[in-house]
């Protein structure tokens, strides 16, 4: 009996691991074309990021109603309980990863019809591909239940802040020059403290590994963005 209710459980956190792959795929993917649909004013793929993103808010109440129940059941001490929980967390990070990718998406449908400026999305690219290199190695670090590489992403983060003070001064930079900048830039003003934000909810998912994986936090203070400078 005590077999079969091990096997049981260990089935459930299987169930669990699986749901929050799903989630991950499915931010990763939105954030991917979120950008593409920005860079290149594709308004057909920008509304199916904002369509796909109902499919991950299922997923995050499934986790938490899942993980709710296997509590209520299974009464989980120590380690067990640290990956229930951390699994309830994590849910919450990427269902808020893909409303931000949404956020990018909609913003590049209201720019559709803009004269667009190239130069100004160089620097937002950039910033898309760190958070998505970021996401994707704290994806892997939970697979693994990697603690170590769940603090490179979390000490990486400075490196996306200080990108987005770049893309801020750029973009202010485009508006003072020509006055019909204004809006196409100010939209993508937004995007970039979308990804940037992308990249607070993937350190939040980097404490998450390093808390199932050991019990223990990370500091309470994150590296910004200055710091990235002074240390570069």
């Known amino acids: 009996m005590i077999e079969h209710t091990v096997k049981a459980f260990d089935k459930e956190l ?22 593409d649909a920005l860079a290149g004013m594709n308004t057909q793929l920008a509304q199916k990021v904002v369509a796909a993103d109902p499919r991950l808010d299922a997923l995050q109440r499934t986790v938490e109603d899942f993980a709710v129940h296997t509590i209520a059941r299974r009464q989980p001490l120590a380690i ?13 990070d990427l269902e808020r990863i893909g ?34 290199r970021q996401l994707h190695d704290v994806l892997n670090a939970y697979a693994q239940r990697d603690s170590e590489s769940a603090r490179a992403v979390w000490n990486r983060d400075m490196e996306l802040d200080a990108l987005e003070d770049t893309v801020f001064r750029d973009l202010l930079t485009f508006m003072m ?20 934000r992308v990249g607070d909810h993937t350190t939040n998912i980097a404490e998450t590994v390093v808390y199932i994986a050991t019990g223990g936090s990370l500091p309470m203070e994150r590296p910004r963005g200055m710091d990235f400078f002074l240390h570069a």
């Open 80 to 92: 067990d309980l640290r990956e229930v929980i951390g699994a309830m967390r994590i849910s919450t």
């Open 14 to 35: 299987e169930t669990l691991g699986g749901h929050i792959a799903e989630m991950g795929g499915i931010a990763e993917k939105m954030l991917a074309d979120a950008m």
């Open 99 to 132: 409303d931000l990718a949404k956020n990018i998406a909609k913003r590049a449908i209201k720019i559709g019809g803009e004269s667009p400026i190239p130069r100004a999305v160089i620097g937002l690219k950039s910033m898309h591909d760190i958070a998505v």
């Open 177 to 196: 020059e020509d006055p019909r900048n204004i809006t196409f830039c100010t939209h993508l003003l937004f995007c970039s403290k979308n990804l940037e």
